[in-house]
C-alpha cells in the first residue's frame, strides 16, 4: 500500500540552505573505517600508535596517516609517554567529538 505524503497548495520559494559544513566534514572523516575505529578503541584511553595498528590489523605509518587526519580535525591529542619519549600516544579530545557529533547529529536529527 502507498504512503501517502501531504502535499502544500503553495510552493515555498523562500527556503534557505542550512549550514552543515561542520556535520558534513566530520562525517566523511569518519567515514572511513580505520578512522572509525580508531576513535571508537580510543574511547577506552590512550592507546600508542603499535597498539592501534596491531589491533587494527594495518600498517603502522598508515594508522599514523588516519591518526594524523583526527589530530588536524582536532578530534585526538598527543603525546609522549614520561618514562620513555620514543612512544607516542594519542586519546580522544571528548570535548571535540561530542561537538563533532553534534553536527552530524543536526543533519540527522
Known amino acids: 500500500m502507498p504512503i501517502e505524503l501531504s502535499v502544500l497548495q503553495d510552493l515555498r520559494m523562500d527556503l534557505r540552505p ?31 600508535v603499535c597498539e ?6 594495518e600498517r603502522q605509518n598508515n594508522v599514523s596517516n588516519h591518526l ?11 603525546s609522549r609517554a614520561p618514562a620513555d619519549g620514543r612512544r607516542v600516544y594519542y586519546e580522544r579530545d571528548d570535548a571535540a567529538c561530542a561537538a563533532a557529533s553534534s553536527a552530524v547529529a543536526e543533519i540527522l536529527g
Open 18 to 48: 542550512p549550514d552543515v559544513r561542520d556535520g558534513a566534514a566530520t562525517a566523511a572523516l569518519i567515514a572511513d573505517p580505520t578512522r572509525a575505529g580508531i576513535l571508537a578503541m580510543l574511547r577506552g584511553g590512550p592507546h600508542c
Open 52 to 57: 592501534l595498528a596491531e589491533a587494527l590489523g
Open 68 to 78: 594524523a587526519r583526527l589530530r588536524d580535525a582536532g578530534l585526538v591529542r598527543v
